[in-house]
């Protein structure tokens, strides 16, 4: 389960910003994850849930995911599709010479502390 060492990394981060920010406590975080990325959400929010009772800054902090739908694009035709739905091999013209642009990708995207 790759998903602690993620949320690890994660709350890591957020001490960083924090310490940075003079910041005592850290109301949410929105996470992007790739919808090819591996990571199942619902084990990243499980093992969220269990790590933040560990830091006095993060206590309460709820984790929002939101996915980034993969996309790849195929250098035989020039199109984009949906990798998901297709995966390698281009829909449009049967290339395999495509690569992914989007979808296996971590980003914390927002971070939402109390208002003062």
């Known amino acids: 389960m790759h998903e602690l060492g993620i949320v690890f ?6 001490e960083e ?3 940075e920010n003079d910041l005592t406590q850290i109301q949410s975080v929105t996470v ?4 090819v990325s591996t990571v199942i959400p619902e084990y990243l929010t499980d093992c969220w ?4 009772r560990k830091k006095e800054l993060l206590t309460g ?3 929002k995911v939101e996915t980034i739908h ?4 195929c ?4 199109r984009d599709y949906g990798t998901v739905a297709h995966g390698r091999i281009c829909p449009h013209c049967g290339s395999e010479k495509t690569w992914l642009i989007t979808g296996n990708e971590i980003n ?3 971070i939402t502390v109390p208002e003062s």
């Open 70 to 73: 993969a996309v790849t694009h």
């Open 17 to 19: 910003v924090a310490k």
């Open 49 to 52: 849930n269990w790590a933040i």
């Open 61 to 63: 902090c709820e984790m």
């Open 75 to 78: 250098d035989g035709c020039g």
């Open 108 to 110: 914390i995207k927002e």
């Open 9 to 14: 990394h994660i709350m890591d981060s957020l």
């Open 32 to 35: 992007e994850v790739g919808e």
